[in-house]
């Protein structure tokens, strides 16, 4: 009984905990899109935008993927210190 407690327990923590962060689609698009932002031909302003319609969905509004602002500036900092 305590077994199958715990199974529910953790797939219903699974099915409808909110995984905040940046997807692999975001990721690849901020890469490729470095070098505009190093060379200013784009604002960071439009690449977030651009980047924040790839946010993943989820199911029902389950296991949404929502990039924040300061997600999106953390992960491009670390990009641009690459490039540097």
Known sequence: MK???YI???TCLKIFSVF???NDKQKFIIKQ???LINEN???EK???EKTKLFDSKGFFGLNEDKMTENEFN???EKQ???MR
């Open 8 to 10: 529910f327990l953790f």
């Open 41 to 43: 031909l784009m604002s």
């Open 74 to 76: 953390d992960y491009l």
């Open 33 to 35: 899109n470095i070098f």
């Open 3 to 5: 077994l199958f407690i």
């Open 20 to 22: 905040a962060g940046i």
């Open 80 to 82: 641009l210190k690459k």
């Open 46 to 48: 439009f690449l977030f």
